[in-house]
T-cell receptor, first 116, second 111 residues
């Protein structure tokens, strides 16, 4: 299957700082990528759809000014958690698919964020 | 009504048995159906995709799709302890290419 990477895999930061997470499609181009968040013992929650060259589409209840998404190239999307607080501590996972964003989605390994 | 519903579990099966996972979806326009496996602390991993009515087999896994009944299932034959994980059913109606996920069914295979 297609390979999606994320960096960093784990990050610990102080409250109030911003954290950037990268999602890369390694062997295909992706015009659309997706960002999810997962709290312990809970389901995946879609946060936003990242569109190459245009603004991201956020799901209801997700603060677009807090979770900044940039999809500047066909292989890279970034999620920046601005002014992070302890309640933002979670497992952030991106996904992408080689079919122009549709059909099969492959997940990155995830980024575990801990805000102290 | 949730878009995608899975049998709640947890499901415990003895090693070597068949694990049966069920999923129903509400959107009749759904086109693509996926099963992902998620080990604790890890991200989901695609194990099966199915697009047409009927069965699709891949090794010990068989996915079954019935669009008329809006039902998709996954059978795991000869279950192994390494199959112990949460299995997520996902449905794509190709509008915006978003996947709708079920809450997942946790499977434990007893040695």
């Amino acid at each position: 299957g297609a390979v999606v990477s994320q960096h960093p895999s784990r990050v610990i930061c102080k409250s109030g700082t911003s954290v950037k997470i990268e999602c890369r499609s390694l062997d295909f181009q992706a015009t659309t990528m997706f960002w999810y968040r997962q709290f312990p013992k809970q389901s995946l929650m879609l946060m936003a759809t990242s569109n190459e060259g245009s603004k991201a589409t956020y799901e209801q209840g997700v603060e677009k000014d807090k979770f900044l998404i940039n999809h500047a190239s066909l292989t890279l999307s970034t999620l920046t958690v601005t002014s992070a607080h302890p309640e933002d501590s979670s497992f952030y996972i991106c996904s992408a698919g080689p079919g122009g964003g549709g059909e099969t989605q492959y997940f990155g390994p995830g980024t575990r964020l801990l805000v102290l | 009504q949730k878009e995608v519903e899975q049998n709640s579990g947890p499901l415990s099966v003895p090693e070597g048995a068949i694990a049966s996972l069920n999923c129903t979806y509400s959107d009749r326009g759904s086109q693509s159906f996926f099963w992902y496996r998620q080990y604790s602390g890890k991200s989901p991993e695609l194990i099966m995709s199915i697009y047409s009515n009927g069965d699709k087999e891949d090794g010990r896994f068989t996915a079954q799709l019935n669009k008329a009944s809006q039902y998709v299932s996954l059978l795991i034959r000869d279950s192994q302890p390494s199959d112990s994980a949460t299995y997520l059913c996902a449905v794509n109606n190709l509008v915006g290419y978003k996947l709708s996920f079920g809450a997942g069914t946790t499977v434990t295979v007893r040695a």
